[in-house]
């Protein structure tokens, strides 16, 4: 049977059920305005999904009647959303809220009085008075009709389909759809698609509501997927045949509404209702993306994001998606010492740590020193910090942060215009950072921006990859100086912004002319007009979890040289310090969970917890605190961070005055109190102008990528095989 054929009976049968059972269906309310306009005995109804409207200005409401119930919304609002806010489900496949309107999918077809058709309500906008039908019969059989050509080539692949049990398909055709089909043809098949190791294709279920292909233009940035032929021989595709090459690819595994686009490393490992989720935060880079943590017993599963509007929306990096299978390869399980010969044997937890006190006493306090890694949380790196002092050290840092990092003023290191107010800005300026790579889901903020309002973006450093216009200014902190002084051709743009946005990169902090740079910035900040009561547009965007969290607690070493100069060396899930210049006669001590380059120095290994195994306190770039949950028990013998050095503070005769998370706390409390302001970004309170003046020149050496792999920068991310493979296709 044709699809013409089958359109013109829907039709015919729906003129049948609108010209005989019109008067008998409709609600008396809706014969009369009068009477719709005062529902008294309506019940009040919520709004799906907690959906909220704001109402600034009161010429611009109208009132529409979704079903008779009266609901005040402003101007150019869809019928569609009309119906979200006055608590009515209208199903959909094409309509996503981040996206543009396509209208393709025709679900969510409604009836609205006057019309002669149901309308598309995802692209209808609600005018006023408009009375709306969800529910009559014309509604019902124009999802059914819409529901069976969806299900006429879709394939019987639910028990072998990934996407069973999280389905949009699966629920609308249960709930919307008819108890049978009258097509009897031939399905159609289409050949699957190579995206790369991330996203598995099964195209022949893909319904073609491009909502890959929208998010892939309007939020990833690339134009890598495209709709292909025409009727029933259209499909989606690359234009030629390449993968998918951006860094937000994997989240087409969540907005796609069939099991068409999965998770490749995911596939047929497990259903939905086997998994435990646990909502936690990412630690990867230094966003803080909001994630859950999906597992079965004590195996991760998949990391799958948790709505955050202020941080990272609805969307998360490959990075974050996918390095879950390095939390069990290269685990530490037991206490290990380093004997004779070289080799390391398992010990006892009492053993390992009397050997690290008795080594600790022996040594004087000024060559001590301590070193937090770049996934380190805010209890261990206070734990840590007061330990050291105990002992008489006050060397201790964390990786990233450089060895003369400026901790004084707050606002000189974190994201002073928030991660959501970066929207506000109609120039940026980026000095020494690319945040495809150091921060995705800033970039993605900064892309949605540019794309929204053609704000100019300016760019200092070495040739990247951007996925929006910008202007590539220079190489050297030399052009920061002509901008400061209003000589470069970008000054004007600045200038004539209305809110203009510095961001500087933390690889900056390694640099030795850090503090001229910081000076260049601040010049340009103060002539542009960057930081005022209403907007501080002057940012640093850091690179790992730790750092904010580090800075704000004070491990800042007391001297440059403590690591040339130390004899004791305490790494904390520390492997990208730099260790070259460590006297060979150095006793090392490596805290951490993975096997990774700490391990090839230390002469003791303690076992600890990951993040996904641990309570823990993050402060992401932009200064909000998050807590990161347990989700799966620890590996071995390992124990919390802050609980090793506790102990050890024992056995070293030094204890520390706390013995749970709670009293951890109430010491970070005293040191930093935003800190335990959880979820709640804690803005600086002094801004940067209290700087004091410098006299050091900035060098001509260029600026050098922060971060050489996108898909490796920590011991989880080293230790994972699918990051392992994405590695090397970006090499190729």
């Given at each position: 049977?044709?699809?013409?054929?089958?359109?013109s009976?829907?039709?015919?049968?729906?003129?049948?059920?609108?010209?005989?059972?019109?008067?008998?269906?409709?609600?008396?309310?809706?014969?009369?305005?009068?009477?719709?306009?005062?529902?008294?005995?309506?019940?009040?109804?919520?709004?799906?999904?907690?959906?909220?409207?704001?109402?600034?200005?009161?010429?611009?409401?109208?009132?529409?009647?979704?079903?008779?119930?009266?609901?005040?919304?402003?101007?150019?609002?869809?019928?569609?959303?009309?119906?979200?806010?006055?608590g009515?489900d209208?199903?959909?496949?094409?309509?996503?809220?981040?996206?543009?309107?396509?209208?393709?999918?025709?679900?969510?077809?409604v009836?609205?009085?006057?019309?002669?058709?149901?309308?598309?309500?995802?692209?209808?906008?609600?005018?006023p008075?408009?009375?709306?039908?969800?529910?009559?019969?014309i509604?019902?059989?124009?999802r059914?009709?819409?529901?069976?050509?969806?299900?006429?080539?879709?394939?019987?692949?639910?028990?072998?389909?990934?996407?069973?049990g999280?389905?949009?398909?699966?629920?609308?055709?249960?709930?919307?759809?008819?108890?049978?089909?009258?097509?009897?043809?031939?399905?159609r098949?289409?050949?699957?698609?190579?995206?790369g190791?991330?996203?598995?294709?099964?195209?022949?279920?893909?319904i073609?509501?491009?909502?890959?292909?929208?998010?892939?233009?309007?939020?990833?940035g690339?134009?890598?997927?495209?709709?292909?032929g025409?009727?029933?021989?259209?499909?989606?595709?690359?234009y030629?045949?390449?993968?998918?090459?951006s860094?937000?690819?994997?989240?087409?595994?969540?907005?796609c509404?069939?099991?068409?686009?999965?998770?490749?490393?995911f596939?047929?490992?497990?259903?939905?209702?086997?998994?435990?989720?646990t909502e936690?935060?990412?630690?990867t880079?230094?966003?803080?993306?909001?994630?859950?943590i999906?597992?079965?017993g004590?195996?991760?599963?998949?990391?799958?994001?948790?709505?955050?509007?202020?941080?990272?929306?609805?969307?998360?990096?490959?990075?974050?998606?996918?390095?879950?299978?390095g939390?069990?390869?290269?685990?530490?399980n037991?206490?290990m010492?380093?004997?004779?010969?070289?080799?390391?044997?398992a010990?006892?937890?009492?053993?390992?740590?009397?050997?690290?006190?008795?080594?600790?006493?022996?040594?004087?306090?000024?060559?001590?020193?301590?070193?937090?890694?770049?996934?380190?949380?805010?209890?261990?790196?206070?734990?840590?910090?007061?330990?050291?002092?105990?002992?008489?050290?006050?060397?201790?840092?964390?990786?990233?942060?450089?060895?003369?990092?400026?901790?004084?003023?707050?606002?000189?290191?974190?994201?002073?215009t928030?991660?959501?107010?970066?929207?506000?800005?109609?120039?940026f300026?980026?000095?020494?950072?690319?945040?495809?790579?150091?921060?995705?889901?800033?970039?993605?903020?900064?892309?949605?921006?540019?794309?929204?309002?053609?704000?100019?973006?300016?760019?200092?450093?070495p040739?990247?990859?951007?996925?929006?216009?910008?202007?590539?200014?220079g190489?050297?902190?030399?052009t920061?100086?002509?901008?400061?002084?209003g000589?470069?051709p970008?000054?004007?743009?600045?200038?004539?912004?209305?809110?203009?946005?510095?961001?500087?990169?933390?690889?900056?902090?390694?640099?030795?002319?850090?503090d001229?740079?910081?000076?260049?910035?601040d010049?340009?900040?103060?002539?542009?007009?960057?930081?005022?009561?209403?907007?501080?547009?002057?940012?640093?965007l850091?690179?790992n979890?730790?750092?904010?969290?580090?800075?704000?607690?004070?491990?800042?070493?007391?001297?440059?040289?403590?690591?040339?100069?130390?004899k004791f060396?305490?790494?904390?899930?520390?492997?990208?310090?730099n260790?070259?210049?460590?006297?060979?006669?150095?006793?090392?001590?490596?805290?951490?969970?993975?096997?990774?380059?700490?391990?090839?120095?230390?002469?003791?290994?303690?076992p600890?917890?990951?993040?996904?195994?641990?309570?823990?306190?993050?402060?992401?770039?932009?200064g909000?605190?998050?807590?990161?949950?347990?989700?799966?028990?620890?590996?071995?013998d390992?124990?919390?961070?802050?609980k090793?050095?506790?102990?050890?503070?024992?056995?070293?005769?030094?204890?520390l005055?706390?013995?749970?998370?709670?009293?951890?706390?109430?010491?970070?409390?005293?040191?930093?109190?935003?800190?335990?302001?959880?979820?709640?970004?804690?803005?600086?309170?002094?801004?940067?102008?209290?700087?004091?003046?410098?006299?050091q020149?900035?060098?001509?050496?260029?600026f050098?990528?922060?971060?050489?792999?996108?898909?490796?920068?920590?011991?989880i991310?080293?230790?994972?095989?699918?990051m392992?493979?994405?590695s090397?296709?970006?090499?190729?």
């Amino acid at each position: 049977m044709g699809l013409g054929l089958l359109a013109s009976r829907a039709l015919r049968s729906s003129r049948i059920i609108r010209n005989s059972t019109r008067t008998i269906v409709s609600t008396p309310e809706l014969k009369n305005a009068d009477a719709a306009a005062a529902p008294s005995d309506l019940p009040k109804r919520n709004p799906v999904g907690g959906a909220r409207v704001h109402l600034p200005n009161p010429e611009d409401v109208i009132e529409v009647f979704v079903d008779g119930y009266p609901v005040k919304i402003p101007k150019g609002m869809t019928v569609l959303q009309a119906c979200e806010i006055a608590g009515v489900d209208i199903p959909r496949f094409c309509y996503h809220s981040r996206l543009s309107i396509a209208g393709n999918c025709r679900m969510c077809l409604v009836e609205v009085e006057k019309s002669p058709k149901p309308v598309a309500s995802c692209a209808m906008p609600a005018l006023p008075g408009m009375k709306i039908k969800t529910d009559t019969p014309i509604a019902k059989k124009a999802r059914e009709g819409v529901m069976e050509f969806l299900l006429m080539n879709h394939p019987l692949d639910c028990p072998i389909c990934d996407q069973g049990g999280e389905c949009d398909l699966q629920d609308q055709s249960m709930a919307f759809g008819s108890d049978r089909g009258r097509f009897t043809e031939m399905k159609r098949s289409v050949v699957d698609k190579n995206l790369g190791p991330l996203v598995k294709t099964v195209m022949t279920r893909c319904i073609q509501c491009t909502r890959c292909v929208r998010f892939a233009s309007e939020v990833a940035g690339v134009e890598d997927l495209g709709m292909l032929g025409r009727g029933s021989g259209e499909e989606i595709g690359t234009y030629v045949e390449k993968l998918m090459t951006s860094e937000l690819s994997g989240n087409v595994i969540d907005i796609c509404p069939v099991g068409a686009l999965t998770s490749k490393p995911f596939a047929f490992k497990a259903r939905n209702w086997e998994l435990k989720g646990t909502e936690s935060i990412d630690v990867t880079d230094a966003v803080g993306s909001n994630i859950r943590i999906d597992s079965r017993g004590p195996e991760v599963m998949r990391v799958v994001p948790r709505l955050n509007e202020d941080i990272n929306e609805e969307w998360i990096s490959d990075k974050t998606r996918f390095f879950y299978d390095g939390l069990k390869r290269q685990r530490l399980n037991d206490p290990m010492i380093r004997g004779a010969d070289g080799r390391f044997q398992a010990v006892s937890w009492r053993d390992a740590l009397a050997i690290v006190a008795e080594v600790m006493h022996q040594i004087k306090p000024e060559e001590i020193a301590g070193v937090a890694g770049k996934l380190s949380d805010a209890e261990s790196m206070m734990a840590l910090k007061d330990l050291l002092n105990k002992m008489g050290s006050n060397n201790i840092f964390c990786e990233g942060n450089g060895m003369r990092p400026n901790a004084d003023l707050r606002s000189g290191y974190i994201m002073n215009t928030s991660i959501s107010g970066l929207e506000k800005a109609d120039a940026f300026l980026l000095v020494g950072t690319q945040p495809r790579v150091e921060a995705a889901m800033v970039n993605a903020r900064i892309h949605k921006t540019v794309k929204a309002t053609n704000a100019k973006v300016g760019y200092v450093g070495p040739a990247a990859d951007f996925n929006y216009d910008h202007e590539h200014l220079g190489t050297d902190p030399q052009t920061l100086v002509e901008i400061a002084k209003g000589s470069h051709p970008f000054s004007s743009a600045l200038k004539n912004a209305k809110n203009p946005a510095i961001i500087v990169g933390a690889g900056v902090f390694d640099r030795d002319d850090k503090d001229a740079i910081f000076a260049a910035v601040d010049t340009i900040a103060k002539n542009n007009n960057v930081m005022r009561p209403d907007w501080n547009g002057l940012n640093v965007l850091l690179l790992n979890a730790a750092q904010a969290a580090a800075l704000d607690l004070g491990l800042v070493p007391e001297s440059d040289k403590c690591i040339e100069s130390a004899k004791f060396v305490y790494l904390m899930g520390a492997d990208d310090v730099n260790l070259d210049k460590l006297p060979d006669d150095a006793f090392v001590v490596y805290q951490g969970h993975h096997g990774d380059r700490g391990v090839y120095r230390a002469n003791v290994i303690l076992p600890a917890s990951a993040f996904t195994e641990k309570e823990g306190i993050y402060e992401n770039t932009e200064g909000c605190a998050q807590i990161t949950l347990p989700a799966v028990p620890t590996v071995g013998d390992a124990r919390d961070d802050w609980k090793i050095v506790r102990a050890l503070s024992e056995v070293a005769g030094v204890g520390l005055p706390y013995d749970s998370l709670g009293a951890i706390r109430s010491r970070i409390k005293t040191v930093a109190p935003n800190l335990l302001e959880v979820d709640e970004r804690q803005p600086a309170t002094f801004s940067t102008s209290l700087r004091p003046e410098v006299s050091q020149k900035v060098s001509a050496t260029p600026f050098t990528p922060a971060v050489e792999n996108f898909y490796m920068t920590d011991a989880i991310t080293r230790a994972s095989k699918i990051m392992a493979q994405c590695s090397a296709l970006l090499k190729k």
